[in-house]
């Protein structure tokens, strides 16, 4: 299968720059970081992509058996690094795809220089002493009322994940988003998303990390970021003023700096 074609990768920005490979979250495709990117094209070399499922992607590839975990997901990350020939990678993983570029950087970390996760979460329900943000009963539901009425769902719960209701602008681009996504794979990759638990994946990073914490996020709460931040050895952690869990659209230029400031730090 052509790798490129089946996640829509586009290549753009300094052709002989390193690279950096943008990764959306879930219900979005790349379109998402179009604010961002424009900041690290004279450097860099710009690899945006979508998940199977989402996007240009080739849904014909989808394969339940494959996506059933995100590891899945973190292969076809390597494998377009492989079809590109991409070593020396910035991988910058916005929510649950932050998890995602982890476990590549764990499967293949001679691939990867860099990691910048944007609102990461290992877990997403509360597990003893570990605060997920959500119990088990909440993505319970929250999975039952995808599953019974996937619009529906998506027109609730977009604005609430974007945040900023001042800008409602900002709530019905997530909202249209998931509703161009593959409603039947969107409800695999939420199951996949809310029930993972790749905490352990955490200590095995050995790259340097920017862990991006938004402000009033209700996906992933200022408590996931710091737990992030202290599983990775040697990571830094920069609290946007940026609030809701989609700093790429919310607050694209103070995300580009903060990333841009922690390169130039390596």
Same mark, same amino acid.
């Given at each position: 299968?052509?790798?490129?074609?089946?996640?829509?990768?586009?290549?753009?920005?300094?052709?002989?720059?390193?690279?950096?490979?943008?990764?959306?979250?879930?219900?979005?495709?790349?379109?998402?970081?179009?604010?961002?990117?424009?900041?690290?094209?004279? &450097?860099?070399?710009?690899?945006?992509?979508?998940?199977?499922?989402?996007?240009?992607?080739?849904?014909?590839?989808?394969?339940?058996?494959?996506y &059933?975990?995100?590891?899945?997901?973190?292969?076809?990350?390597?494998?377009?690094? &492989?079809?590109?020939d991409?070593?020396?990678?910035?991988?910058?993983?916005? /929510?649950? &795809?932050?998890?995602?570029?982890?476990?590549?950087?764990?499967?293949?970390? #001679?691939?990867? /220089?860099?990691?910048?996760?944007?609102?990461?979460?290992?877990?997403?329900?509360?597990?003893?002493?570990?605060?997920?943000?959500?119990?088990? #009963?909440?993505?319970?539901?929250?999975?039952?009322?995808?599953?019974?009425?996937?619009?529906?769902?998506?027109?609730?719960?977009?604005?609430?994940?974007?945040?900023?209701?001042?800008?409602?602008?900002?709530?019905?681009?997530?909202?249209?988003?998931?509703?161009?996504?593959? !409603?039947?794979? @969107?409800?695999?990759?939420?199951?996949?998303?809310?029930?993972?638990?790749?905490?352990?994946?955490?200590?095995?990073?050995?790259?340097?990390?920017?862990?991006?914490?938004?402000?009033?996020?209700?996906?992933a !709460?200022?408590?996931?970021?710091?737990?992030v931040?202290?599983?990775?050895?040697?990571?830094?952690?920069?609290?946007?003023?940026?609030?809701?869990?989609?700093?790429?659209?919310?607050?694209? #230029?103070?995300?580009? @700096?903060?990333?841009?400031?922690?390169l130039?730090?390596?």
């Amino acid at each position: 299968m052509d790798v490129l074609a089946r996640n829509n990768v586009t290549v753009s920005g300094r052709p002989d720059g390193p690279p950096m490979l943008f990764a959306h979250g879930f219900g979005c495709d790349q379109n998402m970081w179009r604010y961002v990117t424009p900041a690290f094209a004279d &450097s860099h070399r710009i690899v945006l992509f979508d998940h199977v499922g989402a996007g240009g992607s080739d849904l014909t590839a989808y394969d339940r058996q494959r996506y &059933s975990d995100l590891s899945g997901y973190a292969d076809d990350v390597l494998d377009i690094c &492989s079809a590109l020939d991409l070593t020396d990678v910035t991988f910058v993983g916005h /929510s649950v &795809s932050a998890m995602m570029g982890v476990i590549a950087a764990t499967k293949e970390p #001679e691939r990867f /220089s860099r990691l910048v996760l944007v609102g990461p979460s290992p877990r997403y329900t509360d597990d003893g002493d570990y605060v997920g943000g959500f119990t088990t #009963e909440d993505i319970e539901g929250l999975l039952e009322s995808l599953d019974s009425n996937y619009l529906g769902w998506s027109s609730a719960m977009a604005p609430v994940i974007m945040g900023n209701p001042d800008r409602p602008q900002l709530g019905d681009e997530l909202t249209n988003s998931f509703c161009r996504t593959d !409603p039947e794979i @969107a409800r695999d990759f939420a199951r996949v998303t809310f029930t993972a638990d790749n905490r352990v994946e955490l200590s095995q990073v050995r790259v340097p990390t920017l862990v991006l914490q938004c402000s009033d996020d209700v996906i992933a !709460p200022a408590a996931v970021g710091a737990y992030v931040h202290e599983q990775v050895a040697g990571s830094t952690l920069v609290q946007l003023e940026a609030t809701g869990h989609c700093p790429n659209l919310s607050a694209p #230029e103070e995300t580009a @700096a903060a990333i841009r400031a922690f390169l130039d730090r390596q």
